[in-house]
């Protein structure tokens, strides 16, 4: 049985994750060795569920991690820092790959908010807030 299994089994019935399409194992394979210890909770979303557009434009969940440099130019601050996705409106979601804690970036101030140990937790939110 998969982590995701129970959006598996919904996905396509008009769920705010309908849209997400699942990342291929060679490019999960190529993440895990750059990132040795990346959750698995995350790369299984990926893998089971897919990454993509939620809802309506509401939320992006990359294909991969990205570094804040790519999305916000200068990215003082903000070492150690890999993005998995944002809302459309500046604020990303990543990993702080010290402790693997999901954070959030506030792109007025670029501050980093902790949000939750879990990305698990983090999905399910997301979603349940788009349903």
């Keep these: ?3 995701y299994d129970d959006l598996r089994a919904i996905k396509g019935s008009g769920t705010p ?5 699942p990342v ?8 895990r060795a750059d990132f040795d210890k ?19 434009a509401a939320y992006m969940l990359y294909d991969s991690l990205v570094e804040p440099a790519d999305v916000y130019g200068d ?29 959030e970036i506030d792109p007025t101030s670029m501050h980093v908010n902790p949000i939750t140990l879990d990305f698990q937790i983090f999905i399910r939110n997301r979603i349940h807030m788009l349903a």
Aim: hydrophobic share 45%; glycine share 14%; net charge negative.
């Design 17 to 21: 994750f309908d849209k997400l399409v």
């Design 38 to 56: 990346v959750p698995i909770d995350y790369t299984s979303f990926l893998l089971e569920v897919g990454a993509g557009e939620l809802g309506s």
């Design 75 to 103: 990215s003082s601050g903000l070492d150690g820092i890999f993005l998995f996705g944002d809302d459309f409106q500046g604020f990303n979601a990543g990993f702080d790959i010290k402790t693997w804690r999901i954070v």
């Design 24 to 31: 291929s194992v060679e490019k999960l394979a190529k993440m």
């Design 1 to 3: 049985m998969g982590i």
